[in-house]
């Protein structure tokens, strides 16, 4: 297995764009994460799927953060408008269950609002 | 609400020293534990997990971790470092979700 795939490797966009990244899990992982990594924050979890649900999307900063799953093999993370201060490394993980097994990272995403 | 605390920033060591990265943790009910490792550029690369059983987990790369239920601690160990194991690492838990630490920089000098 290719692990799991997220495009693009890198993003910049102006502010008030719209900015789309993409992720694929490991085939039959049924469990997806969204995290962001900045240096002030550390990793924080947006937002996660069980079953192509969306669970807990308790970490997404606000309404300009969205995300869907619309099949098991794909999901997309959307800031609409974007911000400077969106600027980050954006990780997809996924994992078979969730709880008891590990989740296996992608290689991010960096966005750069300017 | 699961959280876990990585005390400290850095980590410094000589090669071939023993290393050891704190993590406490807590959540409700039994715990699910991880370590992750972060080269630079790079994603969150598993290592170990304690799910149950033995306090005494080993993992990738020579790691292990202890986990100590009364001190709600899972810190992770290495008998002899390496230049190559300088990273950044994570201690993760699970209750409803997978939350990570803050990461401790680890730096190994030869």
């Known amino acids: 297995d290719a692990g799991v795939i997220q495009s693009p490797r890198h993003e910049v966009t102006e502010m008030g764009q719209e900015v789309t990244l993409r992720c694929k899990p490991i085939s039959g992982h049924n469990s997806l994460f969204w995290y962001r990594q900045t240096m002030m924050r550390g990793l924080e979890l947006l937002i996660y799927f069980n079953n192509n649900v969306p669970i807990d999307d308790s970490g997404m900063p606000e309404d300009r953060f969205s995300a869907k799953m619309p099949n098991a093999s794909f999901s997309t993370l959307k800031i609409q408008p974007s911000e400077p201060r969106d600027s980050a490394v954006y990780f997809c993980a996924s994992s078979s269950r969730g709880d008891n097994t590990e989740a296996f990272f992608g290689q991010g995403t960096r966005l750069t609002v300017v | ?110």
């Open chain 2, 1 to 110: 609400a699961q959280s876990v605390a990585q005390p400290e920033d850095q980590v410094n060591v000589a090669e071939g020293n023993p290393l050891t990265v704190k993590c406490t943790y807590s959540v409700s009910g039994n715990p699910y534990l991880f370590w992750y490792v972060q080269y630079p550029n790079r994603g969150l690369q598993f290592l170990l997990k304690y799910i149950t059983g033995d306090n005494l987990v080993k993992g990738s790369y020579g790691f292990e971790a202890e986990f100590n239920k009364s001190q709600t601690s899972f810190h992770l160990k290495k008998p002899s470092a390496l230049v190559s194991d300088s990273a950044l690492y994570f201690c993760a838990v699970y209750g409803n979700k997978l939350v990570f630490g803050a990461g401790t920089i680890l730096r190994v000098k030869s």
